[in-house]
């Protein structure tokens, strides 16, 4: 069973950052569809190379199967070798020793829905007028909500909402999260972004504007309003649509 989807992209830079350092990719063939988005950190070189090296290394993973494979079991490998070829490219230039990568994958295969996602990057599915966040930040603002220490609304701006407890890479502690697999339905909208989205736009204004315009066009509607709202972080998102079977 293949999706037949419409996909919108963008990325941008934001206000504040000289480099973009996240990055995405579309892949398909008979893995499925892969739609994923990376955010860099470790500095402008290192952030931007961790993301590419994030995205090539799923990609390349994904490539070499053939149409029969446990795709949970195999997430949780093409994120493994994500992880392994950042380490490796540090441990060839010192210099990009603390870079690192989040990262979110949407897998859509046999009309079943797989996501991954380490870091705060996140995956959203939105169905029947609402919005749901399929994947949970790993950040240290979402463990202190976790032990109800702040509240949802005291997060948004905590001066350590940034700070993540997972990457690819940098920091040593690289595990994923794959949630467990629900069949898809026609009609059904999932959004990939960086944090640089949700830093400035509201989950109902996500659910808003992909209901009212095309993939792309949500896409490019709500980049310029993380900018028009200062744009402090570089902003990716990827709008998924699902027309049919």
Known sequence: MNFNLEIGNFSHVGKSREVNEDYFGVFSGDFGNIIVVCDGMGGHKGGE??????????????EFLGPDFVPQRELISALTKADQAILKKAKEEPELIEMGSTAAVLLLKDGMVYTANIGDSRIYLIRNN??????????????????????????????????????????GFSEPDIEDPFPSQVNDIYV??????????????????????????????MVELCNERGGK?????????VLGF
């Open 130 to 171: 609402q919005i749901c966040q399929l994947t949970k930040d790993h950040s240290l603002v979402q463990q202190m909500l976790d032990a109800n220490m702040i509240s949802s609304e005291a997060a948004k701006n905590h001066p350590q909402r940034n700070v993540i407890t997972r990457s690819l890479g940098a920091f």
């Open 192 to 221: 990939i972004c960086s944090d640089g989205l949700n830093t400035h736009v509201e989950d109902n204004e996500i659910l808003n504007t992909v209901e009212l315009f095309s993939p792309q066009e949500a896409c490019i509607k």
């Open 49 to 62: 190379l961790a993301s590419r090296i994030s995205v090539e290394a799923i990609k390349s993973h994904f």
């Open 233 to 241: 972080d570089n902003i990716t998102v990827q709008v998924v649509k």
